[in-house]
């Protein structure tokens, strides 16, 4: 039996946000010049309060603080991103998180005042890649032009290139979808990711 | 289009690979949002119906302040608050006889004799799996044999890693099979090579609970050193009342059913507290509080406890002693929690002011009899609602000087005592520093990280290991991994709700987790089909909380909409839920499946409580609010209507089911005419003879619980849906049998183990071919079904 805990978890978001640690500007990666400094600090939130507090829900479904702080890791923040409708890659993530070493990933967190200027920042992001891209993106795999592509090379694919899947992402991805042959019909396989 | 063509075909394929990846990407983030949310929404409604449990508390603590000397509503309450038999030894071996019971030659099940043996308890394993059931003849065998073995054995089971190489722990398994069978399965049945600790609540909410009782007190039988119960809050007849049991052993064993309740009674009694691992590991169900003191925990006379609802019997009560004593009880009963009662302050008050009056007051208004007053105050006193920390010191305090010193003391010592063991059976930790009352549960505690430490350095612990909350991953350390939740039952709230664990311990005391799903009716369903069908269930269940709130609702609503324009913007939609509901759920996030449209961002309520209607034919013509009220009160009423009912057969007369509604309303405040009484009565009333059978009238109104109804809708569901698939057309017993192969991970390709072959050959279409049909797509079953083998690094 696990029943809700009363415990005074409620009263802490309501509490000011203490000053943000994090100062998320970087500084320019020499490698690439072309990128401009992001610094949310700079950036006009444009949302409605009703939509803040839409935002502050989903947020608060990912805290994983023991005692509710309102806080989630770097590593989360993608998923939240991705949760409220967003389409970032990981790249567009770790831009706005500031390219933090690997190993902050799991042990920096950001609060909800930090988070908000980030998910602003995505979402106007131009190039979220719609539907009919994704579509073309699983034609290009689609040799026999008969709607189907392979499951071992679509496998094989989102597992070595790009921003590379693990087994197990793939393992989800794919679930159910190929037929007997190792083929899926890709349509079918859109409408199970979008009406996921 | 174009965006791909210009590209040359590494650069398309690249681009498209992206693209994929992070759609994916965001698919799978949606996907845990929604796993996040379903989650919540059970983990609030299993709140929400702990609630129900102290409205129950609140509401026969109500029934003891205002009793009133009518004639019929006295034989109710002393229904309601009969007293337990009090019997020498030798006369319940008497009652609980079994030598007359005659078992019939077209019994196909297992016979036991005893002293039984590892054959005989493998056969009641594999008996159970092909749904056959005990005969009643040898369940009290076997009960009784549990009983006497039970009696000697001491409060806190000490086992030692010395000579076995591991020790399987398992947590809560709720009546539910399957896991069981997954577990002895995966791990072995248990023997002299393979020791086992169970850590109660073996029964309620599962259908089999009988059926996982059978099998654990038989193995204890034949490995008495290697098997090993703990107590559960759930081996409480009262509980089993509310929860299930007590309903399922009526329905399998209509004739012998009340003496083989009252021996589990017994036996639960009899249950040890605790099991201690090579004095370095504590295993006990609920936990621990501030003031758990092992070495008394040692001492109790344990079997005093029957239930965590009634404090214990006084060992020799004579009248005059239990009548001065029952007024320290009445004073124990003084310190109610004060937060205790979310929804109902009224009878809140009520309570309250009952602390106020004095004994004198409380006698004057009612001329009875000494005996009667005696009556009353012994059932008050069994009716100490609950036990909190905080209640314990006032009451230490409250106790007058000039009390007979023995009687105080003994009350003192009992009343400890019986603090110590709800704290071990029904408390759960928390984040914080501290140790408060546990009011969701009203009974146990809250421990914070600083008092498991102070309590291992005491007792010279290194883990505790309990169980009692539900975990998604089936266990979940805490306290800087000095506490680990083990919780075996999988798909709890509903199928693919959460995984099952079980431990296996080496002599370096190092947890070695196995978690699993007892899969049977999800094969075949990928992780996304699983978290769809878990969401549809919480979302019905929610929708209909939010229905049976209109009343309330729709107050709240028309506060905010002052002008009545029937519109209500979400975030005021949001915020009034919460208020009346207390469920603390996300609702922004849910508001697209729980709101079918909105126009410019708002919503028309009244459009939206007519689509959340359900509907209920039968019940048409009674009004809503009370509809509203008989449904938010109905476990309270079902558990009632069972405390009544005290033959235990299923029926209770139409005059003690109209004084129980009455008795209802005025505690609610709420007006319940005769009339409408009379409806709902004829209405159920089939056969007209002026017994309501109580399973049908919470039927009629749907008044059952309806998450495990819709648990076993969506399980028969599956069930249709994956007709198609060879091996599910076969009845359960044959699916099952397949099972197990499909347990392995996929890295491991199964052979068939012997077990389920010799199941197999009882029920032949079960050729192999769907096992290795199955084996080939390990892809859609691994999410399932694989077992993960995790081996957590020392500290």
Request: proline letters at 5%; a negative charge.
């Given at each position: 039996?696990?029943?809700?805990?009363?415990?005074?978890?409620?009263?802490?978001?309501?509490?000011?946000?203490?000053?943000?640690?994090?100062?998320?500007?970087?500084?320019?990666?020499?490698?690439?010049?072309?990128?401009?400094?992001?610094?949310?600090?700079?950036?006009?939130?444009?949302?409605?309060?009703?939509?803040?507090?839409?935002?502050?829900?989903?947020?608060?479904?990912?805290?994983?603080?023991?005692t509710?702080e309102?806080?989630?890791?770097?590593?989360?923040?993608?998923?939240?991103?991705?949760?409220?409708?967003?389409?970032?890659?990981?790249?567009?993530?770790?831009?706005?998180l500031?390219?933090?070493?690997?190993?902050?990933?799991?042990t920096?967190?950001?609060?909800?005042?930090?988070?908000?200027?980030?998910?602003?920042?995505?979402?106007?992001?131009?190039?979220?890649?719609?539907?009919?891209?994704?579509?073309?993106?699983?034609?290009?795999?689609?040799?026999?032009?008969n709607?189907t592509?392979?499951?071992?090379?679509?496998?094989?694919?989102?597992?070595?290139?790009?921003?590379?899947?693990?087994?197990?992402?793939?393992?989800?991805?794919?679930?159910?979808?190929?037929?007997?042959?190792?083929?899926?019909?890709?349509?079918?396989?859109?409408?199970?990711?979008?009406?996921? | 289009?174009s965006?791909?063509?210009c590209l040359?075909?590494?650069?398309?394929?690249?681009?498209?690979?992206?693209?994929?990846?992070?759609w994916?990407r965001?698919?799978?983030?949606?996907?845990?949002?929604?796993?996040?949310?379903?989650?919540?929404?059970?983990?609030?409604?299993?709140?929400?119906?702990?609630?129900?449990?102290?409205?129950?508390?609140?509401?026969?603590?109500?029934?003891?302040?205002?009793?009133?000397?009518?004639?019929?509503?006295?034989?109710?309450?002393?229904?309601?608050?009969?007293e337990?038999?009090?019997?020498?030894?030798?006369?319940?071996?008497r009652?609980?006889?079994?030598?007359?019971?005659?078992?019939?030659?077209?019994?196909?099940?297992?016979?036991?004799?005893?002293?039984?043996?590892m054959?005989?308890?493998?056969?009641?394993?594999?008996?159970?799996?092909n749904?056959?059931?005990?005969?009643s003849?040898?369940?009290l065998?076997?009960?009784l044999?549990?009983?006497?073995?039970?009696?000697?054995?001491?409060?806190?089971?000490?086992?030692?890693?010395c000579?076995?190489?591991?020790?399987?722990?398992?947590?809560?398994?709720?009546?539910?099979?399957?896991?069981?069978?997954?577990i002895?399965?995966?791990?072995?049945?248990?023997?002299?090579?393979?020791?086992?600790?169970?850590?109660?609540d073996?029964?309620?909410?599962?259908?089999?609970?009988?059926?996982i009782?059978?099998?654990?007190?038989?193995?204890?039988?034949?490995?008495?050193?290697d098997?090993?119960?703990?107590?559960?809050?759930?081996?409480?007849?009262?509980?089993?009342?509310?929860?299930?049991?007590?309903?399922?052993?009526?329905?399998?064993?209509?004739?012998?059913g009340?003496?083989?309740?009252?021996?589990?009674?017994?036996?639960?009694?009899?249950?040890?507290?605790?099991?201690?691992?090579?004095?370095?590991?504590?295993?006990?169900?609920?936990?621990?509080?501030?003031?758990?003191?092992?070495?008394?925990?040692?001492?109790?006379?344990?079997?005093?406890?029957?239930?965590?609802?009634?404090?214990?019997?006084?060992?020799?009560?004579?009248?005059?002693n239990?009548?001065?004593?029952?007024?320290?009880?009445?004073?124990m009963?003084?310190?109610?929690?004060?937060?205790?009662?979310?929804?109902?302050?009224?009878?809140?008050?009520?309570?309250?002011?009952?602390?106020?009056?004095?004994?004198?007051?409380?006698?004057?208004?009612?001329?009875?009899?000494?005996?009667?007053?005696?009556?009353?105050?012994?059932?008050?006193?069994?009716?100490?609602?609950?036990?909190f920390?905080?209640?314990?010191?006032?009451?230490?305090?409250?106790?007058?000087?000039?009390?007979?010193?023995?009687?105080?003391?003994?009350?003192?010592?009992?009343?400890d005592?019986?603090?110590q063991i709800?704290?071990?059976?029904?408390?759960?930790?928390?984040?914080?520093?501290?140790?408060?009352?546990?009011?969701?549960?009203?009974?146990?505690?809250?421990?914070?990280p600083?008092?498991?430490?102070?309590?291992?350095?005491?007792?010279?612990?290194?883990?505790?290991?309990?169980?009692?909350?539900?975990?998604?991953?089936?266990?979940?350390?805490?306290?800087?991994?000095?506490?680990?939740?083990?919780?075996?039952?999988?798909?709890?709230?509903?199928?693919g709700?959460?995984?099952?664990?079980?431990?296996?311990?080496?002599?370096?005391?190092?947890?070695?987790?196995?978690?699993?799903?007892?899969?049977?009716?999800?094969?075949?369903?990928?992780?996304?089909?699983?978290?769809?069908?878990?969401?549809?269930?919480?979302?019905?269940?929610?929708?209909?909380?939010?229905?049976?709130?209109?009343?309330?609702?729709?107050?709240?609503f028309?506060?905010?909409?002052?002008?009545?324009?029937?519109?209500?913007?979400?975030?005021?939609?949001?915020?009034?839920?919460?208020?009346?509901?207390?469920?603390?759920?996300?609702?922004?996030?849910?508001?697209?499946?729980l709101?079918?449209?909105?126009?410019?961002?708002?919503?028309?309520?009244?459009?939206?409580?007519?689509?959340?209607?359900?509907?209920?034919?039968?019940?048409?013509?009674?009004?809503?609010?009370?509809?509203?009220?008989?449904?938010?009160?109905?476990?309270?009423?079902e558990?009632?209507?069972?405390?009544?009912?005290?033959?235990?057969?299923?029926l209770?007369?139409?005059?003690d089911?109209?004084?129980?509604?009455?008795?209802?309303?005025?505690?609610?405040?709420?007006?319940?005419?005769?009339?409408?009484?009379?409806?709902?009565?004829?209405?159920?009333?089939?056969?007209?003879?002026?017994?309501?059978?109580?399973?049908?009238?919470?039927?009629?109104?749907?008044?059952?619980?309806?998450?495990?109804?819709?648990?076993?809708?969506?399980?028969?569901?599956l069930?249709?849906?994956?007709?198609?698939l060879?091996?599910?057309?076969?009845?359960?017993?044959?699916?099952?049998?397949?099972?197990?192969?499909t347990?392995?991970?996929?890295?491991?390709?199964?052979?068939?183990?012997?077990?389920?072959?010799?199941?197999?050959?009882?029920?032949?279409?079960?050729?192999?071919?769907?096992?290795?049909?199955?084996?080939?797509?390990?892809?859609?079953?691994?999410?399932?079904?694989?077992?993960i083998?995790?081996?957590?690094p020392?500290?």
């Amino acid at each position: 039996m696990a029943p809700k805990k009363i415990e005074p978890k409620k009263p802490e978001p309501k509490k000011p946000e203490p000053k943000k640690e994090e100062a998320p500007a970087p500084a320019p990666v020499p490698e690439t010049p072309k990128e401009p400094e992001l610094d949310l600090k700079s950036i006009l939130l444009e949302f409605t309060a009703d939509q803040i507090e839409e935002f502050k829900d989903a947020f608060t479904l990912f805290d994983e603080t023991p005692t509710g702080e309102m806080k989630i890791s770097y590593a989360q923040c993608g998923d939240v991103l991705r949760a409220l409708g967003h389409n970032p890659t990981n790249a567009d993530v770790l831009t706005v998180l500031g390219k933090p070493k690997a190993e902050d990933m799991n042990t920096k967190y950001l609060d909800f005042e930090t988070f908000l200027p980030m998910l602003q920042h995505i979402s106007r992001a131009k190039n979220q890649g719609t539907f009919e891209d994704f579509v073309e993106g699983l034609r290009v795999f689609d040799k026999e032009g008969n709607g189907t592509v392979m499951g071992a090379e679509l496998r094989h694919v989102l597992a070595t290139l790009g921003e590379k899947m693990t087994e197990d992402e793939v393992d989800r991805l794919m679930a159910g979808q190929e037929d007997a042959n190792g083929c899926i019909n890709y349509t079918s396989f859109i409408k199970h990711i979008l009406s996921g | 289009m174009s965006s791909f063509s210009c590209l040359s075909a590494a650069a398309r394929t690249m681009k498209a690979a992206v693209l994929i990846q992070r759609w994916y990407r965001q698919y799978a983030a949606r996907m845990e949002m929604r796993r996040r949310y379903t989650w919540n929404i059970f983990q609030s409604m299993e709140y929400a119906d702990l609630q129900d449990q102290i409205k129950l508390y609140n509401f026969l603590g109500y029934l003891m302040d205002n009793f009133t000397p009518s004639s019929s509503e006295r034989n109710l309450i002393s229904h309601i608050f009969r007293e337990n038999e009090v019997c020498r030894d030798a006369e319940w071996e008497r009652y609980f006889s079994y030598t007359n019971i005659d078992v019939p030659d077209i019994y196909s099940g297992p016979r036991l004799t005893f002293p039984l043996d590892m054959d005989q308890a493998a056969d009641l394993v594999e008996a159970f799996k092909n749904k056959q059931q005990l005969h009643s003849r040898y369940v009290l065998q076997l009960l009784l044999e549990t009983w006497k073995l039970l009696r000697v054995l001491p409060n806190i089971n000490r086992v030692s890693t010395c000579h076995s190489k591991e020790i399987t722990i398992c947590g809560d398994l709720h009546g539910q099979l399957e896991d069981l069978l997954l577990i002895f399965y995966k791990n072995g049945m248990p023997s002299l090579e393979k020791p086992y600790v169970f850590n109660g609540d073996y029964v309620d909410r599962g259908k089999d609970s009988m059926e996982i009782l059978l099998i654990l007190f038989a193995f204890l039988l034949v490995f008495p050193g290697d098997v090993y119960l703990n107590r559960g809050n759930h081996e409480d007849h009262i509980i089993n009342l509310r929860y299930g049991f007590t309903k399922e052993v009526l329905n399998k064993y209509k004739l012998h059913g009340k003496r083989i309740l009252k021996l589990l009674q017994k036996i639960f009694s009899w249950l040890p507290l605790v099991t201690v691992i090579d004095q370095r590991v504590l295993i006990v169900h609920g936990g621990i509080s501030d003031t758990t003191d092992l070495a008394l925990i040692a001492r109790v006379d344990r079997h005093r406890y029957v239930s965590s609802l009634r404090p214990p019997k006084k060992k020799t009560p004579s009248r005059t002693n239990v009548y001065a004593d029952s007024e320290r009880y009445v004073e124990m009963i003084i310190c109610k929690n004060r937060g205790g009662s979310l929804t109902f302050p009224k009878p809140f008050d009520a309570r309250e002011s009952f602390q106020r009056r004095s004994l004198q007051d409380f006698s004057s208004t009612v001329a009875r009899t000494l005996e009667e007053e005696f009556e009353v105050r012994r059932r008050q006193a069994e009716f100490s609602l609950s036990s909190f920390s905080k209640s314990h010191r006032i009451l230490s305090s409250a106790l007058s000087s000039d009390s007979e010193p023995e009687s105080s003391e003994f009350t003192d010592t009992g009343n400890d005592e019986w603090k110590q063991i709800l704290d071990l059976l029904w408390s759960d930790p928390m984040s914080h520093k501290g140790c408060i009352p546990n009011e969701v549960r009203g009974g146990g505690c809250y421990w914070g990280p600083d008092v498991t430490e102070d309590f291992l350095n005491r007792h010279s612990l290194q883990l505790i290991i309990r169980s009692h909350e539900c975990k998604q991953d089936g266990y979940e350390f805490c306290h800087n991994r000095k506490v680990l939740t083990i919780f075996s039952a999988s798909n709890y709230y509903e199928v693919g709700s959460n995984r099952g664990a079980f431990i296996r311990l080496g002599p370096d005391l190092v947890p070695y987790f196995v978690q699993y799903q007892a899969t049977r009716m999800t094969r075949g369903l990928s992780f996304p089909q699983n978290v769809k069908r878990t969401e549809h269930t919480a979302l019905k269940v929610l929708r209909e909380q939010l229905f049976v709130h209109k009343s309330d609702l729709l107050s709240a609503f028309q506060e905010i909409d002052k002008e009545n324009t029937g519109l209500i913007c979400l975030n005021d939609w949001a915020s009034a839920i919460e208020r009346v509901l207390h469920l603390d759920l996300p609702w922004r996030v849910l508001h697209p499946q729980l709101v079918s449209s909105t126009t410019d961002g708002k919503l028309d309520y009244h459009g939206w409580f007519r689509d959340l209607a359900l509907k209920k034919p039968s019940s048409e013509h009674i009004e809503q609010t009370m509809l509203e009220t008989l449904y938010r009160h109905r476990s309270t009423l079902e558990t009632i209507f069972r405390i009544v009912d005290t033959d235990n057969s299923g029926l209770i007369t139409f005059e003690d089911f109209r004084q129980t509604l009455k008795l209802l309303s005025a505690y609610l405040k709420m007006e319940i005419s005769d009339e409408v009484i009379n409806e709902l009565v004829i209405s159920t009333d089939t056969n007209n003879d002026g017994s309501i059978d109580i399973d049908e009238f919470m039927e009629a109104f749907r008044l059952v619980d309806k998450s495990r109804l819709e648990r076993g809708k969506s399980l028969l569901k599956l069930m249709q849906d994956n007709q198609s698939l060879p091996q599910e057309t076969e009845t359960p017993r044959t699916v099952y049998s397949t099972a197990p192969q499909t347990s392995q991970c996929p890295a491991s390709q199964p052979a068939d183990p012997p077990a389920s072959n010799t199941a197999d050959s009882a029920c032949s279409q079960t050729a192999n071919p769907p096992v290795s049909q199955t084996a080939d797509s390990p892809g859609s079953q691994t999410e399932d079904l694989c077992h993960i083998s995790v081996v957590v690094p020392p500290q």
